[in-house]
């Protein structure tokens, strides 16, 4: 099992960057895949980012080009680098490891932190 817990979150105006982090305790990290989510109010889970072990990412449409996820196995942290923020970006961001079936889907992954507030003002 691993405890994973998000920070770096806050209230930014639209167009700034903000960058979370995801820091893991326990078991190491560097065999997983690792991913980000969010939630907005009266919303589901949605994927956000993944990052493989190997270093291939993938992207939610909504934030591609926008949005980097990086991680440091040795650190046992995974960043989220947030540019060019939205205000329909505003939800909770949790990190979690991804453990069987599809990427995108929040059922996939197992031990989530316990997430960390992003919201952009208009």
């Known amino acids: 099992q691993v405890q994973l817990a998000e920070s770096g979150g806050g209230l930014v105006q639209a167009g700034d960057s903000l960058r979370l982090s995801c820091a893991a305790s326990?078991?190491?990290?560097?065999?997983?895949?690792m991913g980000w989510f969010r939630q907005a109010p009266g919303k589901e889970r949605e994927f956000v980012a993944i990052s493989w072990s190997n270093g291939i990412t993938y992207y939610a449409d909504s934030v591609k080009g926008r949005f980097t996820i990086s991680r440091d196995n040795a650190k046992k942290t995974v960043d989220l680098q947030m540019n060019s923020l939205k205000p329909e970006d505003t939800a909770v961001y949790y990190c979690a490891m991804h453990y069987s079936g599809s990427y995108y889907l929040a059922g996939s992954y197992r031990d989530w932190g316990q997430g960390t507030q992003v919201t952009v003002s208009s």
């Open positions: 326990g078991r190491t990290i560097s065999t997983y895949r």
